[in-house]
């Protein structure tokens, strides 16, 4: 994808770099679920930005951790959130090796969970503005 639509996620959209995860991981989580936790922290861009923290010891199989990276940068692009640094981090277990990689249950499950985070954090902007 090239450009700089609402609807991409490129490079300028991710928090990649180290200091940039540290520097809002230092505040408070904003919100949790029953499987992430989420950080936020204003930036002065024109647009917000994301991180995914995705552990291997809640998520042993790459596989459900491809597949929650996916689901959290789809809801991020199509949520439309105000300049903002947000970090999504998984914070419980979400299955084990030995069951399966991913289910429809289970991504409905995170995909509601993200969704939750999401619009919590873009009524709060759009109740902060005037």
Do not use: W
């Amino acid at each position: 994808m090239t450009g700089e639509g609402l609807h991409d996620f490129a490079r300028v959209r991710r928090i990649v770099k180290t200091d940039e995860f540290s520097s809002v991981f230092r505040l408070r989580p904003t919100q949790k679920t029953a499987h992430f936790v989420l950080y936020t922290r204003p930036n002065s861009l024109p647009h917000a930005r994301l991180g995914i923290v995705a552990a291997k010891r809640f998520a042993p199989r790459a596989v459900t951790r491809n597949t929650i990276k996916r689901v959290t940068r789809e809801l991020f692009r199509v949520t439309g959130l105000p300049p903002l640094d947000c970090i999504v981090r998984l914070a419980r277990p979400v299955n084990t090796k030995s069951g399966p990689a991913t289910t429809s249950a289970l991504k409905a499950e995170l995909r509601s969970e993200l969704e939750r985070l999401f619009a919590a954090q873009k009524a709060r902007a759009t109740a902060a503005t005037p």
